[in-house]
């Protein structure tokens, strides 16, 4: 099904019965095929509502740049046209900075809240990493300096191409210009001021090898967001809720029914 909201047609998907309702949001680059694991148990005690981000899987695109802000919004804006408030919310990486923002701004929304390998916290760049944005900002004035000259055709956007290759993330070069924009506004966004906001009971889910979001993400959120705690899954890396599929549920289980069948 689809759902027009802020100017992008957003796919969903409901299963089961039963309330409160249960949300479920994906990472970047996921779509709603990667909980199905989660929503097929879940949804036998619960209505599950699961969600394709705008500029992932069945939904449209954003009609102009979007950041956080505006995933945020057109979640909330969700929410209320599925009648789903309060409703627990289960999200993973951008899904969990989304629902962050979402439970500080709008906390009549949301019941409780599993996050899992949660994005939206920024990392100290190293020295290294330093060195490596201040050399590709240099190549790119070059390049923008001969593109102004417009004498050398489509050489500076080939560079220009080239560095974004070498020097951009595997997310960011897979997407296409339009997309780019989003996803630098979303990355750009520091979650860490609206974390003692978060009225809502929140259980960290974190795989211990996550390389993505690093364990002191969850730590951090933990020390700061007033109602939450942090379950390490051993041996998980960024996709821990996948690969530590059935830990993950019965902890989640516990949380949401206090483990009753």
Known sequence: ???????????????????????????????????????????RRRRVTVIDFPGHGQSGRPPVPWGAEDFAAMTAELIEALSLAPCDIIAHSHGGRVALLLAAERPELVGKMVLTGAAGLRAEPTPAQRRRSRTYRRLRRWSDMLDALKILGPLPEHMR???????????????????????????????????????????????????????????????????????????????AYLEKCGEFLRIVDEYLFGGTA
């Open 161 to 239: 191409a080239a560095l974004r290759r070498k020097y951009g993330s595997a997310d960011y070069n897979a997407l296409d210009e339009e997309m780019r924009k989003t996803f630098v506004k979303v990355v750009n966004f520091d979650i860490a001021p609206y974390l003692p906001r978060v009225q809502a009971s929140t259980l960290l889910l974190w795989g211990s090898e996550d390389t993505e979001t690093p364990l002191w993400m969850g730590r951090k959120m933990e020390a700061e967001i007033p109602d939450a705690g942090l379950a390490v899954l051993q041996g998980g890396t960024h996709f």
């Open 1 to 43: 099904m689809h759902i027009e909201l802020r100017g992008a047609s957003v796919y969903y998907e409901q299963h089961g019965a039963g309330k409160p309702d249960v949300l479920l949001l994906h990472g970047w680059g996921c779509e709603t095929a990667l909980w199905k694991p989660v929503y097929e148990h879940l949804s």
